[in-house]
């Protein structure tokens, strides 16, 4: 089974980098094939809107999404990371979503693949959730089967969310902190990686 992470962060190999990193781990240490893609090391230009794609499964642009469109056609699994910008994902994973259109026009070519979203936010209740919300609606709008974990015990959290917001200090001012230091965005990340492998396993994939 080949489990895809794409990261929408700007900054390879950061904060988001790490929780996809963490999700892929454990894919891998139940039996999957894993491949990290930096969007930021790609040279992947805007959609155009030229509309082509309504009447083609391919982009009238050619650039590195040529390479990523062949990787998701190749993975049994999708995992999407961004972090938070103003409570939606970043403009780099935005438009990664919008070049993803020539996959969903004429057929929707990634149905019935495994997919899930991860982000990593600055605040804790600012923004994370909606993150999610529009990648699990990207997931749903290419008929990806959504994968949403949940480790054992009590419930966490609602997702696979890191922040780097470590509580206030005395004065009330706001203490800051690696996102790796978020155990149970970090925990939740890795309980995705072994569910989406879970479930792949169920559908003999
Ligand atoms: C332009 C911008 C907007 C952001 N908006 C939010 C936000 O709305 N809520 C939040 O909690 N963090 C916000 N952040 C913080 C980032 O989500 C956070 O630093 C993230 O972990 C960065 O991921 P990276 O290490 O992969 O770059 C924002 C950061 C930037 C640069």
Redesign the pocket.
Known sequence: MKVLGI?G???AG?????LLQAALDAAAEAGAETELVELSRLNIGFCIGCNKCLMQTSCTLSDDMEGLYEKMRGADAILLAS??????V?ARTKNFMDRTRPFHMVENVLKGKIGAGL??????N???EG?LALIDQWLATHEMLAVHARPEGPVLAPGAI????AGLDEAGRPVWRS?KGDAIGFAIARQLGTDVVALGERLGR
């Open positions: 990261n962060s700007h900054r950061k904060g988001t980098a790490a972090p938070d910008y103003f409570g939606t970043s982000t990593t936010a600055g605040l804790n600012c923004g994370a993150t890191a922040t780097g917001f996102v």
